[in-house]
């Protein structure tokens, strides 16, 4: 719910499309009606095996000539700058990706031969959503086949030769998926 008010918020005229596991949309609607929680419009669609099946799923519903911002419900701590920058940079250049840089050191480990090396952190970054495309563009890219390589929408798009343009996110657009994130975003929100 943070995240769609979120998103709202930042831009009044978007349409939301929220694709849920079918076994999950009668609990959130349910969650509604317990919490009393205020309504964003938006539209349910069944989410598919995979994110990749869940994005072409909610793609059904997506108006030609428009800007389509992906989002992970469970990165409910996105800035509104974030989104805005995001939408900016996709509008003039087809597409945008927030990212942050890496603050740890990393190291590449190589299963095959079980050998590990340094490598230089300012040579990555981290990936974030929303990821913004043209409709056009991202509708094309998921024409294509489900690739097990396909881990976000920037992939998806990538395989198409497109370059994928990088923004600045917000180091708080954690992604919720352990008892111990929802405890930070827990803290972020207080």
């Not at 939301?16 to 009668?26: D, G, S």
């Not at 990936?127 to 890219?141: D, G, M, N």
Request: hydrophobic share 40%.
């Amino acid at each position: 719910m943070h995240t769609l008010e979120k998103f709202k918020k930042t831009v009044p005229s978007i349409e939301i499309i929220l694709a849920l596991p079918e076994n999950q949309i009668n609990f959130w609607e349910e969650l509604f009606d317990k919490y009393q929680l205020p309504k964003v419009p938006h539209q349910i669609v069944k989410g598919g095996e995979t994110r990749f099946h869940s994005v072409q799923n909610a793609l059904k519903f997506i108006k030609e000539n428009s800007i389509v911002a992906i989002h992970d419900g469970v990165r409910p701590l996105v800035s509104n700058k974030t989104i805005e920058v995001c939408f900016a940079e996709a509008e003039k250049q087809g597409n945008a990706i927030p990212v942050v840089d890496v603050v740890d050191s990393l190291r590449h480990y190589s299963k095959q031969n079980g050998t590990n090396e340094a490598v230089s952190r300012s040579c990555y970054k981290i990936v974030q959503t929303p990821q913004c495309f043209t409709s056009e563009l991202i509708l094309k890219a998921y024409e294509q086949d489900f690739d097990k390589l396909f881990t976000d929408d920037s992939t998806v798009v990538e395989r198409l030769g497109e370059t994928i343009n990088l923004v600045a996110g917000n180091r708080e657009n954690i992604k919720i998926t352990t008892s111990e994130d929802l405890l930070v975003a827990e803290a972020y929100l207080a």
